[in-house]
């Protein structure tokens, strides 16, 4: 049975960072990209970062948390990590982590109707 968890979120201030896990079960690591997306209330989903499946763990990331967000996964360990830096307002949703069948690919997706799996998310709220 594949399962995706998320945890780390919460209440941060502007400015703040967070770092958020996804614990992979359930699945063959290697033959996955990951991703991490968001949905804020009234909004569409967005995707935010991926990585690869391939050992070079090639990055694709959105023009909207370049240089804030990065991603990062220890396959070994089966947990992807993104790390939040200089958080803002609108950085407030809620964050899910998603596994997509890449078998020795090298880039990935942010669009998160390719992706197979998904974990039931995580809330970040960024307020004084």
């Known amino acids: 049975q594949v399962q995706l968890v998320e945890s780390g979120g919460g209440l941060v201030q502007p400015g703040g960072s967070l770092r958020l896990s996804c614990e992979l079960s359930?699945?063959?690591?290697?033959?996955?990209?990951i991703g991490w997306f968001r949905q804020a209330p009234g909004k569409g989903r967005e995707g935010l970062l991926c990585?690869?499946?391939?050992?070079?763990?090639?990055?694709n990331s959105a023009d909207s948390v370049k240089g804030r967000f990065t991603i990062s996964r220890d396959d070994a360990e089966k947990m992807a990590y993104l790390q939040m830096n200089s958080l803002e307002p609108e950085d407030t949703a809620a964050y899910y982590c998603?596994?997509?069948?890449?078998?020795?690919?090298?880039?990935?997706?942010?669009?998160?109707?390719?992706?197979?799996?998904w974990g039931q998310g995580t809330q970040v709220t960024v307020s004084s």
């Open positions: 998603a596994a997509d069948w890449k078998y020795s690919t090298n880039w990935c997706s942010l669009k998160g109707d390719e992706y197979d799996y």
């Open positions: 359930g699945l063959t690591l290697d033959y996955y990209a």
């Open positions: 990585v690869s499946s391939t050992s070079d763990h090639r990055v």
